[in-house]
């Protein structure tokens, strides 16, 4: 019965961009003076089992592209090659032309063969010197998925065949591997001749029977492909010690036997070490250079499908739905006879179905929750790419990177990250002499941190550089009829004209930024998300971009509010309090509004009922009502409303993807008695009311 691997690629494909993670955040972590070697030994696994799953599900290119960086990498750890800072940038460069590589499988495109060929071409070099043969582009080629491709690292094939000294470790039959059925799979290849090595043979009373102490000299005679060679050895590559080598170039011996270099093959084949070791030597004919087509445009970025979860989550899901089975069969019993005397029973049962339901719903939700080190994992690199390429030194800070928020979030938050971050290293972030000159140590520092506040998530990147120039800000919109002259802006306000679209304080563009496009772009995918983005400045000490978003984008506690004959939703997170209003609390001022005084605080009151045009016969005056003071992103005000109806959960539905964007609302959600409720945008009530 043969198995359907496509089952299996999208586990292959999300573990495989997880190993590159990992080899990434490797290199970068890697210290030149002085190179632990389990950091290397990680970076060489996650490549390893790249290798292995791409070879198992027939991506031929990319196992055959990542076999050469682990020959780099085995060298590595081996002590065999210093690790310097060329072979770590070659090796990241390799990185990202493996990334490319799976993206383009997954998503059913063809590989960039040219850009897989140089990638190649460079690890070769740094493996090898500048000893690469460059005679025929063919033999740096890279085969699209689905075609065969050799061995890489060589250059012709045996016609005569090939001999292969074949070392077990001792552990070799604990993996399932049965060195027979090797022998077997070799036989159908070609005329098969096997010596066999017994000097690793302990004595009769000290023999494990499930240890293989046997080592073997196999020659194969046959116009052989070194690839079908290496598939049948390539599930023991990491259990053995192999070396193979064509027939018709080793140097003959007396008997007819072709030497093994000792280098070749490790002595002590009855003894397993801690991290195996394997070296192949091959040669192979070369492959021709596939076609070249131009590469489709890539398509957007797919949310991954999947996700992975801690084990202590599932076993709390499963307590809960447990619980929730025990108080269903009870009211069930309860309502087999229900008598009235049986009507505390059935209330107690309602209760405890209430409190389980919240909770099964709490942990259902806890599962979606990502770390955010699932973002800020990829900045490492784009800090260290950037900062060689502007020339400037950059040290880059993350702070809360176990804060969990809701997987939804994780996956939309990224690109507006990379924007600001990217900004603060091309405008911020100044020259090193500048920095001096100014100063201040010649490292910057960019500082990412996510942190919990109320029912929000907020993230935060900071710089030391220079900071927002309120006038150049102001000048510049101006200039770009953004605003009038005559305008008076508050610090906020100035601040936040970078939002504009079309607004841009660079001098001349840059590939980094500075186009003109892009925080206008930043702010609207936030607020698509439920949330917002303040900017807080001081010239010459640096900037701080925050960024408030929901936990979660499913699930919120809300106060539900009543304004005539409609209800509302406000966040339980953005309430301080209510109260009641005496005629002593309230000012007013011509032209601006209504403000009331609260601990020594004037704050402005929202009448919700003239906000949303809502006719009202309850409370018309200030004294009729209650105010509900809330808090967004810093800005306190006092909703008007008629009452307050009680807390729940809701569960949020978009309103932009049903209907359009409506001002003051991020949302809606149906309420139990199949209602509609609009649910409130604090921060953007607050500014619809300033308007």
């Known amino acids: 019965m043969s198995i359907d691997m496509a089952q299996f690629h999208q586990v292959f494909f999300e573990e495989s961009f997880e190993g590159l993670d990992i080899m990434e955040t490797g290199l970068l972590n890697l210290d030149m003076g002085d190179v632990d070697a389990e950091d290397i030994n990680t970076i060489f696994r996650a490549a390893h089992s790249i290798k292995g799953g791409s070879g198992t599900f027939g991506f031929t290119a990319v196992s055959d592209f990542t076999h050469v960086m682990e020959t780099l990498l085995d060298e590595m750890r081996d002590g065999r090659r210093q690790v310097t800072q060329p072979a770590v940038d070659v090796l990241l460069g390799s990185v990202d032309c493996l990334r490319e590589m799976l993206t383009a499988i997954q998503d059913e495109q063809e590989i960039d063969v040219p850009s897989v060929t140089e990638y190649k071409k460079a690890l070769e070099i740094e493996l090898n010197g500048n000893q690469v043969n460059e005679a025929s582009p063919e033999n740096n080629s890279v085969a699209p998925p689905g075609e065969p491709v050799l061995e890489l690292g060589s250059e012709k094939e045996s016609e005569g065949g090939w001999r292969i000294a074949f070392s077990p470790h001792t552990n070799l039959l604990k993996t399932g591997n049965d060195p027979v059925r090797m022998f077997r799979e070799l036989a159908s290849l070609g005329e098969l001749a096997v010596t066999v090595d017994f000097q690793g043979v302990p004595d009769f009373y000290d023999l494990d029977p499930e240890e293989c102490h046997l080592s073997w000299n196999l020659d194969i005679a046959g116009d052989i492909p070194i690839s079908e060679i290496n598939d049948i050895f390539d599930w023991v590559e990491d259990d053995c010690d192999l070396a193979i080598q064509p027939l018709d170039e080793r140097s003959q011996n007396d008997n007819g036997i072709a030497p093994i270099e000792e280098s070749s093959v490790k002595e002590n084949a009855n003894q397993q070490s801690s991290e195996p070791k394997t070296k192949t030597e091959v040669v192979n004919k070369p492959v021709k250079p596939a076609a070249s087509k131009k590469q489709p445009a890539k398509p957007a970025a797919k949310g991954s499908s999947s996700i992975r979860v801690d084990t202590s989550k599932i076993d709390t899901l499963i307590n809960m739905v447990g619980e929730l089975v025990i108080t269903q069969s009870m009211l069930g019993l309860v309502g087999e006879n229900f008598e009235l005397n049986k ?349």
Request: proline share 3%; glycine share 10%; aromatic share 4%.
């Open 343 to 691: 009507l505390d029973q059935l209330k107690n049962g309602l209760s405890q179905l209430e409190r389980h339901t919240r909770e099964l719903q709490e942990s259902v939700m806890n599962i979606r929750m990502l770390p955010i080190s699932f973002v800020f994992s990829r900045f490492p690199r784009l800090v260290h790419d950037l900062s060689t390429k502007l020339d400037k030194k950059i040290e880059l800070v993350m702070v809360g990177e176990h804060t969990e928020v809701d997987k939804t979030v994780v996956e939309l938050l990224s690109d507006p990250l990379v924007h600001l971050v990217r900004n603060s290293l091309d405008h911020g972030i100044e020259m090193p002499a500048d920095r001096v000159a100014a100063g201040k140590p010649e490292t910057g520092t960019i500082t990412l941190e996510a942190y919990h506040r109320g029912g929000n998530i907020v993230i935060e990147v900071r710089d030391d550089g220079k900071g927002l120039n309120k006038d150049m800000l102001r000048a510049k919109a101006i200039e770009k009829g953004l605003i009038d002259e005559d305008s008076i802006l508050t610090d906020k306000q100035t601040y936040e004209l970078i939002f504009m679209a079309g607004f841009s304080t660079a001098e001349k563009l840059t590939d980094v930024s500075g186009r003109g496009v892009g925080m206008d772009v930043v702010r609207r995918n936030i607020q698509s998300l439920g949330g917002n983005i303040e900017i807080i400045s001081e010239l010459g000490k640096g900037s701080t971009i925050a960024i408030h978003l929901p936990l979660t984008l499913a699930i919120m506690d809300g106060q539900s509010i009543a304004v005539g004959d409609e209800r509302f939703i406000v966040p339980l997170g953005a309430i301080i309090e209510s109260i009641n209003v005496n005629e002593t609390m309230v000012n007013r001022v011509a032209g601006k509004g209504e403000t009331f005084r609260l601990r020594n605080e004037y704050l402005p009151i929202v009448r919700m009922h003239e906000i949303f045009d809502v006719k009202t016969v309850q409370a018309t005056k200030l004294t009729e009502g209650l105010v509900v003071v809330v808090d967004g992103q810093g800005m306190r005000c006092g909703l008007f409303i008629d009452d307050l109806l009680g807390q729940q959960q809701v569960v949020i539905k978009s309103l932009e993807a049903n209907y359009r964007k409506v001002e003051g609302v991020s949302g809606a959600t149906i309420l139990g008695d199949g209602s509609v409720a609009l649910i409130l945008d604090i921060p953007g009530l607050v500014r619809l009311s300033n308007q």
